[in-house]
C-alpha cells in the first residue's frame, strides 16, 4: 500500500515562509502529476497547485507568485514553498500524487494524511 508522507508544516507569523515536503513511503514504479491541496476549517478542500512529470506548473490565483511547486522526479518528492504567508493559508496541507505502484498496475491518485500550517501572530 502507498501513502504519500508530508512533513515541513507548522506556525509561522504572517510574512513568513515555510517549506513542504512529500514522498511515497515507499518504492513506486513511476509517478505522473503531483500537486497540493488544502483545506481551511469549515471549508471545502481547495486545489493550490500542481506539477506534471516536464515540470510544467499551474497556480491558484491567491497564492500565484507566492507560492512554488518544485519536484525531485529522481526521489518522487514534491515540494511547496510558501513565502509572504497570511492567516488566510491557514490550513491543512495535503499532497497528492498520480502514480504506478508497481509496472502492471493501474494508475491510481495517492494522498498524504496532511500537514498543518498555521499563520499568526
Known amino acids: 500500500q502507498v501513502q504519500l508522507v508530508e512533513s515541513g508544516g507548522g506556525l509561522v507569523q504572517p510574512g513568513g515562509s515555510l517549506r513542504l515536503t512529500c514522498a511515497p513511503s515507499?518504492?513506486?514504479?513511476?509517478?505522473?502529476?503531483m500537486g497540493w491541496y488544502r483545506q481551511a476549517p469549515g471549508k471545502q478542500r481547495e486545489w493550490i497547485a500542481t506539477i506534471d512529470t516536464p515540470g510544467h506548473t499551474t497556480y491558484l490565483n491567491s497564492v500565484e507568485g507566492r507560492f512554488t511547486i518544485s519536484r525531485d522526479v529522481r526521489r518522487n518528492t514534491v515540494y511547496l514553498q510558501m513565502n509572504s504567508l497570511k492567516p488566510e493559508d491557514t490550513a491543512v496541507y495535503f499532497c497528492t500524487a498520480n502514480l504506478l505502484h508497481f509496472e502492471r498496475d493501474q494508475w491510481r491518485d495517492y494522498w498524504g494524511q496532511g500537514t498543518q500550517v498555521t499563520v499568526s501572530s
Open positions: 515507499t518504492t513506486v514504479f513511476t509517478v505522473d502529476t
